[in-house]
């Protein structure tokens, strides 16, 4: 991974959640009238410190990035001065305890809120909802999708862009039910087509469920001309230049990119021979794509990208816009839907019906933080809501060491009226240990397998 590319976005996104994570227990607890002796960004040795605030409150950065605390004044910790006992945390009623400690989650969805409600109203281009059939005997094809058909409506859900596309029939697969596409044809005319979605599992972690279903977005044909040559690449070495148009490859003529890319990919190591225009004139090439891993298969990359077509573009993108009463709305709207999402998905994995390959970690974070960051601030700012809302959601899991672990503690002590046993506590305290350790095992795993495999 590139040093810049990659773990900069990461490291810049999770920093700016734990920020607001840990906001949120300091600010609840300071309003709750709580002592809070220290806020740390990330475990271990400091990195930087510094003192601010009446209550002298240690501000602190420190080398190891991923999570970080609030510390308050607490009789179970350490000895507390007289005057202060009436501003330590287990001096405090259970009600205020639960908001100091629901707090720092519902501060990261409501982070989530805030990005996507000003997504929402500044507007970003998306690709259209225009379908494209990936295989004859496929689910959408026995549907009667056909290439070019633009999605209008899933199930009475009016969706805008091929990502508010993605997400209704994500949802509607980890249901496993039927939906109808409410759709408007190449040719102008309205349609239906219901798509049977009972057999899709997201079993895997790998396979695309949208792909499964036999779709893609749809795309107009792409001449193959040479927009970018990458520096050392195959295409440079052979002495391609930007501005190129493919004419042949091994002997066979080319009339797209689609097809330059597929038998590109089939030639991994293989001296294949090119022609090109460059100038009104014909050139002869040779190159040897490099072989690269991807999903498991052998495939060859040459290092060029696409010239920006200059035709058609309006065909494929739009843009999303909403005004500022209707993106809150929908902001609110997103960041529940996901959260639910997630939760389902969490209980699928601990039930079996959905494989533990698609828990991920922080590699796989940092791999989607750069890729976001490349297609543009909108695309990382959505990247940084989605994060917010995992990072809510997992904290408010009823295990213990978890935010949601200790709200499950007071949520006892309101209805018994006593708190628990510090005993049972403290047994808690190591299965949500174990707990935790076995999920970032599960995601590491994951990781490595998607990094060894391309």
Known sequence: MNLFEYVIPFVLALGALIFFHEYGHYAVARWCGVKVLRFSVGFGRPLAKWVRGKDRTEWVLAAFP???????????????????????????????????????????LLLAIVIYWGLFATGTEELKPRLAVIEPQSIAALAGVRDGDLVVRVDNEAVRSW????????????????????????????????????????????????????????????????????????????????????????????????????????????????????????????????????????VGRIGIAVAEPTEGRAELFTTVRYGIGES?????????????????????????????????????????????????????LGFVALISISLGVLNLLPIPVLDG??????????????????????????????????LMAFAFYNDLTRLFSG
């Open 163 to 298: 990502g508010e596309l993605r997400w209704a029939l994500l949802r509607h697969a980890l249901d496993q039910r039927q939906v109808v596409l409410n759709v408007r044809t190449a040719e102008g005319v309205e349609a239906f087509r219901m798509l049977d979605l009972s057999g899709i599992k997201i079993d895997d972690g790998e396979a695309d469920p949208i792909a499964r279903i036999g779709l893609r977005p749809w795309r107009p044909l792409i001449v193959p001309i040479v927009g970018q040559v990458m520096s050392g690449s195959p295409a440079e070495r052979a002495g391609l230049l930007s501005g190129d148009r493919f004419v042949s490859l091994a002997g066979a003529p080319l009339d797209s990119w689609a097809e330059l890319v597929e038998r590109v990919r089939t030639r991994a190591g293989v001296a294949i021979d090119v022609e090109v225009i460059r100038d009104g004139r014909r050139m002869h090439f040779t190159l040897t794509p490099d072989e690269a891993v991807e999903a498991g298969q052998r």
């Open 405 to 438: 672990g200790h709200l499950l503690y007071y949520t006892i002590e309101i209805i018994k009226g006593g708190p628990v046993p510090e005993r049972v506590m403290e047994i808690g305290q190591q299965i949500g240990l174990v707990a935790l350790a076995m």
């Open 328 to 380: 809150l709305s929908k902001a609110v709207a997103k960041t529940w839907d996901t959260s639910v999402l997630s939760l389902k998905m969490i209980g699928r994995m601990i039930t079996g019906d959905v494989s533990w390959k698609n828990l991920s970690g922080p590699v796989t974070i940092a791999d989607y933080a750069g890729q976001s960051a490349k297609l543009g601030w909108t695309h990382y």
């Open 66 to 108: 991923l999570g970080g605390y609030v510390k308050m004044l607490d009789e179970r910790e350490g000895p507390v001065a007289p005057e202060d006992l009436d501003r330590a945390f287990n001096r405090q009623p259970v009600g205020r305890r639960f908001a100091i400690v629901a707090a720092g989650p519902l501060a990261n």
